[in-house]
């Protein structure tokens, strides 16, 4: 079983930069695809980003490509989100998922994490 948590969420003016980690527990981390989605109110979860089980494909949503980008170290058990030249539309909940033995797009979800706040304000 693995466990998500996410930090690193917060208050960023137009602009402005933040980065995400999402750290995953147990010894088979490195096994789970992971990804990040994120929800706004009133809105559908959209997929953000995914980078396969591997390591080596990642995949963005049309949304953030070019201003996002993310990485994992599994020595770490961690993926990361860094988001650049955000925009208010950015504001969601951002939550981090994982699959197991998955690719970077996360058909099947194995497990969620609880999410953390993004607000980017104008």
């Known amino acids: 079983q693995v466990q998500l948590v996410e930090i690193g969420g917060g208050s960023v003016q137009t602009g402005g930069s933040l980065r995400l980690s999402c750290e995953g527990t147990g010894p088979t981390f490195s096994t789970y695809a992971v990804g990040w989605f994120r929800q706004a109110p009133g809105k559908e979860r959209e997929f953000v980003a995914g980078v396969g089980w591997r390591g080596i494909n990642t995949w963005y949503g049309d949304s953030v490509k070019g201003r996002f980008s993310i990485s994992r170290v599994n020595a770490k058990n961690t993926v990361y989100l860094q988001m650049n030249s955000l925009e208010p539309e950015d504001t969601a909940v951002y939550y981090c998922?994982?699959?197991?033995?998955?690719?970077?797009?996360?058909?099947?979800?194995?497990?969620w994490g609880r999410g953390t706040q993004v607000t980017v304000s104008s």
């Open positions: 998922a994982a699959e197991h033995l998955g690719g970077a797009t996360l058909q099947k979800i194995h497990y």
